[in-house]
């Protein structure tokens, strides 16, 4: 089954540093998501993406954070400005279309840590 | 606002019993329910969705969901649990638009 892929697996950064995580959703997928999961708690909904263009976005989402599908194949969040509080794990996601009984198909997630 | 509970945070069951795990749902219009499962350093994995009309849909694994709208209830079954089915598992419900809320998750832990 095709695969959503994230890079890198890990990543540690300094509070106020800026961080890129990176994905390669299903190639003939056309909506895209980036959810976060604090440890031990619920996976939260981030953003989503679709022709360039952000979707829709929950208000964790604030000026810190932007996406962007810089090619035909990558999508990426970025963080500007790390704090400590954006530890977590974050995946990406995408689908084929916006039904809303379509599947999300998940990458294995990047794991930030911001010491 | 819209959302889904999962009232378990675990559940334990042995090997070749019937499991269960609980789901309610609190949204306008019609739900659309999903489960997903994780296992470790994974992302989730979709395991089923409620399609309307079927109030007891299969998935994938074994795994099949009861669909209750007098009890706003989605729970996850599966008749005999397998040591591999261990894993937190996720209810979801998309909100319309390009969003999916999930549920807090309950660990399942199916003992030998």
């Known amino acids: 089954e095709p695969e959503v892929t994230q890079t890198p697996s890990h990543q540690v950064t300094q509070m106020g540093q800026e961080v890129i995580l990176r994905c390669v959703p299903i190639s003939n997928h056309l909506y895209f998501y980036w959810y976060r999961q604090i440890l031990g708690q619920k996976v939260e909904f981030l953003v989503s993406?679709?022709?360039?263009?952000?979707?829709?976005k929950s208000e964790i989402f604030d000026d810190q954070f932007s996406v962007e599908r810089p090619d035909g194949s990558n999508f990426t969040l970025k963080i500007r400005s790390t704090k400590l509080e954006d530890s977590a794990m974050y995946f990406c996601?995408?689908?084929?279309?916006?039904?809303?009984?379509?599947?999300?198909?998940f990458g294995s997630g990047t794991q930030l840590s911001v010491l | 606002a819209q959302s889904v509970a999962q009232p378990e945070d675990q559940v334990n069951v042995a090997e070749g019993n019937p499991l269960t795990v609980k789901c309610t749902y609190s949204v306008s219009g019609n739900p659309y329910l999903f489960w997903y499962v994780q296992y470790p350093n994974r992302g989730l994995q979709f395991l089923l969705k409620y399609i309307t009309g079927d109030n007891l849909v299969k998935g994938s694994y074994g795994f099949e969901a009861e669909f209750n709208k007098s009890q706003t209830s989605f729970h996850l079954k599966k008749p005999s649990a397998l040591v591999s089915d261990s894993a937190l598992y996720f209810c979801a419900h998309n909100t319309g638009g390009f969003k999916t809320i999930f549920g807090a998750g309950t660990r399942l832990f199916v003992k030998a």
């Open positions: 993406f679709y022709n360039n263009e952000i979707s829709e």
């Open positions: 996601a995408s689908s084929e279309g916006p039904r809303r009984d379509e599947k999300l198909f």
